[in-house]
């Protein structure tokens, strides 16, 4: 168990660039989850997937992001046209769902997105 | 919507002190709540959750916390601070009618532990 890592760790870029994050969750952990984390805030839930599939999306998801998760392995999270406003901590967790209660979710390290 | 509200963003206590961090949820049904602690460059690490069976939830590093419905609190105590335990923790809510599938977060309280 090598826990969840994420890359890069830190990210600056200018308004108007697209960016990607990776996402490696623990293997054989079949949801993983991504948040954002803004400075003095807690972490806001962006998005889910249990294996392949995108079960949830809030609605700070705006429609410059996007999430895939293929084969239910890795996650990426892409950034378009990015603005000063998305400049944060992303985190990825994941979790194994067997259908019992408040499966734990293990946290990856995050990447720091700046956006100049 | 459920949500949490962690009273007081920042807390001080002496090494060896009770430390006390608030924690008040609002959910129109029986949440299950979470504890997490964050240390500088590291992600987020669980201490402990409740999950509707005992209301009084030990975790690691000696903390613990207790559900109580009538005060739709979920504070988190450790009887004797030590110095590791400066960190920012958060609580956090989940509805259980549709599983586990995101956390609503409190703001966060930064945890100071003074020599």
């Known amino acids: 168990d090598t826990g969840v890592s994420q890359n890069p760790r830190h990210k600056i870029t200018k308004r108007g660039q697209n960016v990607t994050f990776r996402c490696d969750p623990i293997?054989?952990?079949?949801?993983l989850y991504w948040y954002r984390q803004t400075l003095g805030q807690g972490p806001e839930f962006l998005t889910y997937?249990?294996?392949?599939?995108?079960?949830?999306k809030s609605r700070l998801l705006s429609d410059r992001f996007s999430a895939e998760r293929p084969k239910g392995s890795f996650s990426t999270l892409e950034i378009q046209r990015t603005e000063q406003g998305d400049s944060a901590m992303y985190l990825c967790?994941?979790?194994?769902?067997?259908?019992?209660?408040?499966?734990?979710?293990?946290f990856g390290p995050g990447t720091r997105l700046t956006v100049l | 919507a459920q949500s949490v509200t962690q009273l007081g963003s920042h807390v001080s206590v002496s090494e060896g002190a009770l430390v006390l961090l608030r924690c008040n949820y609002s959910?129109?049904?029986?949440?299950?709540l979470f504890w997490y602690v964050q240390y500088p460059n590291q992600g987020l690490q669980l201490l402990l959750k409740y999950t509707s069976a005992a209301t009084l939830v030990k975790g690691i590093n000696g903390f613990e916390a207790e559900f109580k419905k009538s005060e739709t609190s979920f504070h988190l105590t450790k009887p004797s601070a030590h110095m590791s335990d400066a960190a920012e923790y958060f609580c956090a809510v989940s509805d259980p009618n549709f599983g586990n599938e995101k956390l609503t977060f409190g703001t966060g309280t930064r945890l100071t532990i003074i020599p």
């Open positions: 293997s054989e952990h079949n949801r």
């Open positions: 967790a994941s979790s194994l769902y067997a259908g019992g209660p408040a499966d734990t979710q293990y």
């Open positions: 997937f249990q294996n392949e599939a995108q079960l949830e």
């Open positions: 959910s129109s049904v029986p949440p299950y």
